[in-house]
């Protein structure tokens, strides 16, 4: 079955420096892949989809992310981040069947 | 596009009483709903799909007889809390997706069910 892995629960960075979100997952089938960003008390919002047509995917907010086949992975990254990214963060692959399996999320916190 | 809109944002009601709660594609049409919960720092846990039309296909572990899902149009879905109680208490999301499959899936922005 697949499952996802977000490495580190908690990620605090400084304004202006560089954002990386750690999602692996594991599955037999490469999967399409999501990032949705939730702020607190709201709903998610898509950050970016890949769906095989490129590894490198650029999503809104200057996020983008990369998918890694032989480490199983899709990172996030943002080269600069600010304030406004304080957020909570999801990884969810999905597999033939058009279920999102959801990570635990990743709370980002940015430090002035 | 892919608005996704959900009522009530908040609700407080009493034990015992039945609370229901709609999401709606604004300006799409949803071939496939989803409810989520969501625990206060966790991720979010997939109730059940409901499709236009048919009986929703509930996760493993959720009471059907209570979280009662209705999708009677396209655009709209409906969860109701039936003889809610405390630990019901919790922030539900619903999702809409257009298509099939590993189509994307559009957010609602969640209620926050408060059971006294």
């Known amino acids: 079955a697949q499952s996802v892995t977000q490495l580190g629960s908690h990620v605090s960075v400084s304004e202006g420096a560089l954002v990386l979100l750690r999602c692996n997952y594991s599955s037999s089938v490469p999967p399409y892949l999501f990032w949705y960003v939730q702020y607190p008390n709201q709903g998610l919002q898509l950050l970016l989809k890949?769906?095989?047509?490129?590894?490198l995917v650029k999503g809104i907010n200057g996020f983008e992310a990369e998918f890694k086949k032989s480490e199983t992975s899709f990172h996030l990254t943002k080269p600069s981040a600010h304030m406004s990214d304080a957020a909570e963060y999801f990884c969810?692959?999905?597999?033939?069947?058009?279920?999102?399996?959801f990570g635990q999320g990743t709370e980002l916190s940015v430090k002035p | 596009g892919a608005v996704v809109s959900q009522h009530p944002s908040r609700v407080i009601c009493k034990s015992g009483t039945s609370v229901k709660i709609e999401c709606r594609s604004l300006d799409f049409q949803a071939t496939t709903m989803f409810w989520y919960r969501q625990f206060p720092k966790q991720s979010l846990m997939l109730m059940a799909t409901s499709n236009e039309g048919s009986k929703a296909t509930y996760e493993q572990g959720v009471e059907k007889d209570k979280f009662l899902i209705n999708h009677a149009s396209l655009t709209l879905s409906t969860l109701t809390v039936t003889s809610a109680h405390p630990e019901d208490s919790s922030f539900y999301i619903c999702?809409?997706?257009?298509?099939?499959?590993?189509?994307?899936?559009?957010f609602g922005p969640g209620t926050r069910l408060t059971v006294l």
């Open positions: 890949y769906t095989s047509a490129a590894t």
């Open positions: 969810a692959p999905t597999p033939q069947g058009g279920k999102l399996i």
């Open positions: 999702s809409a997706r257009k298509g099939q499959g590993t189509d994307t899936q559009y």
